[in-house]
């Protein structure tokens, strides 16, 4: 079992930089895949970025390619997603995600974060 924290979310203004962190608990977190997923008012859940359980595999959707880079931390059970270049359209509750096997680009995770709020202005 794994329970899932996030962090770091806020207010910012368009161009500039969060860094969301997830703690997470549990004695399979270190050979989980990862995820950061996003869900807008009114829109469906998507996938942001991905990591495998050993972190040599990363997954990012387009819009956020270049810009957030997702990173893991086994011994410190954190995942962060380090997020530049912040547009309106990044904004969204950001939610931190674990599976076992490989990382999923679908919302087919068994353990999910409370999200983290993440709002960018104009």
């Known amino acids: 079992q794994v329970q899932l924290v996030e962090s770091g979310g806020g207010l910012v203004q368009a161009g500039g930089s969060l860094r969301l962190s997830c703690a997470a608990s549990?004695?399979?977190?270190?050979?989980?895949?990862m995820g950061w997923f996003r869900q807008a008012p009114g829109k469906e859940r998507e996938f942001v970025a991905g990591?495998?359980?050993?972190?040599?595999?990363?997954n990012y959707a387009t819009s956020v390619k270049g810009r957030f880079t997702i990173s893991r931390d086994n011994f410190k059970n954190t995942v962060a997603l380090q997020m530049n270049s912040l547009k309106p359209e990044d904004t969204a509750v950001y939610y931190c995600?674990?599976?076992?096997?490989?990382?999923?680009?679908?919302?087919?995770?068994?353990?999910w974060g409370q999200g983290t709020q993440v709002t960018v202005s104009s």
């Open positions: 995600a674990a599976r076992r096997g490989v990382v999923s680009i679908t919302p087919v995770y068994d353990y």
């Open positions: 990591i495998s359980w050993t972190g040599g595999s990363t």
């Open positions: 549990g004695r399979t977190f270190s050979s989980s895949a």
